[in-house]
């Protein structure tokens, strides 16, 4: 069936750090993938998704490409923010008749000032 | 415009209640998606309905079942509870069902089992 594995959390950073979101997937069709991020006590926002391979998907600062030889699709993003301080899921889709969000466990990043 | 909003945003019921959860999606959204997110884990597919129809279950037992109603509004129904129904309830609605079609998702509806 279809899969994804995020490194686990927390990850902690100081504002203005690099930040780096491992992803990998397993899937048994043609996935389109996401980033989700949910901030506490809300919904899901979507950030980001690509739906090919070496298609890049960016959004608010955070970028992430879809490659198909590593199964991957890390979330990176130059100098994070306090305001980023969330959990981040990573999430594809395949259709099969319909299409269905599968989720990874998800990834709380903490910001400090 | 309105996004998707889900009533109530938080409940408690007691072993073995029943439970009705209500979906409102964007405005010309045809399929509403239910989600169950227990506490430290990504959200797992209950159900997919297109146009009023079920398009796919995911891997819950008999006691959760769910519809849509013409207006695209949909109610997800949780029978016999169980203390591990506690979980946050999130409702995704899209334009349509096919590939790449990015989903919405309200606020949810946490429900705690006591």
């Known amino acids: 069936g279809d899969s994804v594995t995020q490194m686990e959390g927390p990850v902690t950073l100081s504002e203005e750090a690099f930040l780096t979101i491992n992803c990998t997937y397993t899937a048994t069709g043609y996935p389109s993938l996401f980033w989700y991020v949910q901030y506490p006590g809300e919904g899901l926002q979507l950030l980001l998704k690509a739906t090919k391979a070496d298609d890049k998907g960016s959004n608010k600062g955070f970028e992430a490409t879809y490659r198909k030889e590593t199964t991957s699709f890390h979330l990176e993003k130059g100098s994070v923010q306090v305001s980023d301080s969330a959990v981040y899921f990573c999430a594809l889709s395949v259709y099969s008749g319909y299409s269905t969000l599968t989720f990874g466990k998800g990834t709380m990043l903490l910001v400090s000032p | 415009d309105a996004g998707v909003t889900q009533s109530p945003t938080h409940l408690i019921k007691t072993r073995g209640q029943q439970v009705t959860l209500r979906c409102s999606p964007i405005?010309?959204?045809?399929?509403v998606s239910w989600y169950q997110q227990v506490l430290g884990q990504g959200p797992q597919f209950i159900f997919q309905y297109y146009e009023k129809e079920e398009r796919g279950r995911g891997n819950f037992p008999d006691r959760f079942s769910a519809r849509q109603f013409p207006n695209y509004s949909s109610e997800l129904n949780v029978n016999a509870l169980l203390l591990g129904d506690s979980a946050l309830y999130l409702c995704?609605?899209?334009?349509?069902?096919?590939?790449?079609?990015?989903?919405?998702f309200g606020q949810g509806t946490r429900l705690t089992v006591v």
């Open positions: 405005s010309g959204h045809k399929s």
């Open positions: 995704a609605s899209s334009p349509r069902t096919g590939g790449n079609t990015e989903a919405f």
